[in-house]
């Protein structure tokens, strides 16, 4: 008895396991190192960012958040000597442009993106377009500039239209990768229950793959959208510029980008602070492009199960 009386007294005195940390053992002191390299390399990934929106706000947060913002949103750019002007036309004409490549690339982009998708995925048709999608995300936009100035304007000269059929060539691609992705995603039992209600292709496309995507394909169109409104050199060989508001589609067009472009190297100081100001409202209205886009980057889904599995019930009935 004496002896196991020892043996448990021993046995209370031992070290019992325990998980706090200890700061000065070899592991806790390289995983506090390891964590603090990742946070000076997430700082340092976002000095440019932070220093180009800090330029943008010293540079040209006086014109536009002043006094005299309407009339630097509204104006007519200045020339010459003027002291006043705005960026009216610019905002107007990019906008414009960018509303003509969205109404062009984002229904020809879903319509690919379903049939690479779903329709016919495995099929050389498929394979070759899906390749040569891939392949359009690394040309260069000017290219795509000058595609466009051989084909529209060498027919009608510059215009917003030409600008924007040569955004549409660069939205495409975006649309058309991103919604592919989208509709992939898509889980294969929902569709199969579609069709095991009598669903035919076209309802379950309609009423099942598309709305399940819905919040990728809404994403990609605006991170397209945001990557259009900031081009600027297929822009210099489409719309050109103009310093009046647009009047017609077949007419030359300012835009934030070409303007920046223009006025940045100009002589006067009046010039130079527009431009300025214009670089903060593009990337204002970028930055507000993302936040969107990220915001609809996740499906929502009911209680009872999806809204697209609801909808595809409710037309069953």
């Known amino acids: 008895m004496q002896l196991i009386r020892e043996c448990f007294e021993s046995a209370e005195t031992v070290q019992r396991p325990t998980l706090e940390r200890r700061p000065f053992e070899a592991r806790t002191f390289k995983n506090n190192l390891m964590c603090l390299v990742l946070w000076l390399v997430a700082a340092l990934a976002a000095v440019p960012l932070v220093s180009v929106l800090y330029l943008l706000l010293v540079n040209g947060g006086g014109r536009l958040f002043g006094s005299g913002v309407i009339e630097v949103l509204t104006a007519l750019p200045p020339a010459g000597f003027e002291a006043s002007g705005g960026i009216g036309p610019a905002i107007v004409g990019t906008f414009v442009m960018v509303a003509i490549a969205a109404l062009i690339s984002v229904p020809i982009g879903i319509l690919a993106a379903t049939y690479l998708g779903v ?20 040309l260069p936009s000017i290219l795509a500039g000058l595609f466009v100035y051989a084909v529209l304007v060498m027919q009608i000269g510059y215009s917003a239209l030409a600008g924007g059929v040569a955004l549409s060539v660069l939205m495409l691609r975006t649309v058309v990768v991103a919604a592919e992705e989208a509709i ?13 209600m009598g669903c035919n292709q076209t309802q379950v496309i309609w009423k099942v793959v598309l709305p399940t995507a819905l919040p990728g394909i809404l994403t990609g169109v605006m ?29 030359p067009t300012a835009s934030l980008s070409i303007l920046i472009y223009n006025f940045s190297g100009m002589p006067f100081e009046n010039q130079v ?33 999806s809204h697209a599995v609801q909808r595809m019930q409710s037309g069953q009935r």
Request: glycine residues 4%; hydrophobic residues 55%.
């Open 119 to 138: 329709l016919d995925p495995c099929s050389l048709l498929a394979r070759t377009s899906r390749f040569l999608a891939k392949v359009l995300t690394g």
């Open 184 to 196: 992939a995603q898509v889980p294969l039992e929902m569709k199969e229950a579609a069709f095991s």
């Open 223 to 251: 991170l397209a959208v945001a990557g259009a409104a900031g081009e600027s050199a297929p822009l210099l060989f489409t719309a050109l510029f103009s310093n009046y508001y647009l009047s017609a589609l077949v007419e």
């Open 273 to 305: 602070e527009l431009a300025w100001t214009a670089s903060l409202v593009l990337v204002l209205i970028i930055l507000v492009l993302n936040v969107i886009a990220r915001s609809i980057s996740q499906p929502r889904l009911s209680p009872h199960g």
